[in-house]
């Protein structure tokens, strides 16, 4: 059995910043990618804090990083500009619900 849920989180956490794995946060609006309307923006990432194998929004290298994969099809030498971060109340288990804006600017 332990070696079962072993392969099982050894295999998740290969998915983990996968372009798969991206897709998915994606169509489960986890994260969001739009265009921005801010002069000297470009793109401006919503991402919520959910929890993931291989993804935390909390950590801001992890944020950082996965924004600019995210976006880097569109915008291959994208830089972060700056990011703000929404309250949104808790989650059940007590842990802060937060959303994040990741804006990028290609250049």
């Known amino acids: 059995m332990r070696a079962a849920i072993l392969f099982v989180v050894l295999g998740l956490s290969g998915c983990a910043g996968s372009d798969a794995q991206m897709r998915l946060w994606e169509n489960g609006n986890v994260v969001q990618i739009e265009p921005s309307q801010i002069k000297g923006v470009d793109y401006v990432i919503r991402m919520k804090n959910s929890i993931d194998f291989g993804y935390d929004a909390d950590d801001t290298t ?44 290609c250049s």
């Open 62 to 105: 992890n944020r950082h990083a996965t924004a600019l994969r995210l976006i880097s099809a569109q915008c291959p030498s994208g830089q972060i500009v700056s990011e703000e971060s929404i309250d949104k109340g808790a989650y059940a288990t007590g842990r802060p619900a937060r959303e994040y804006f990741v804006r990028i600017k």
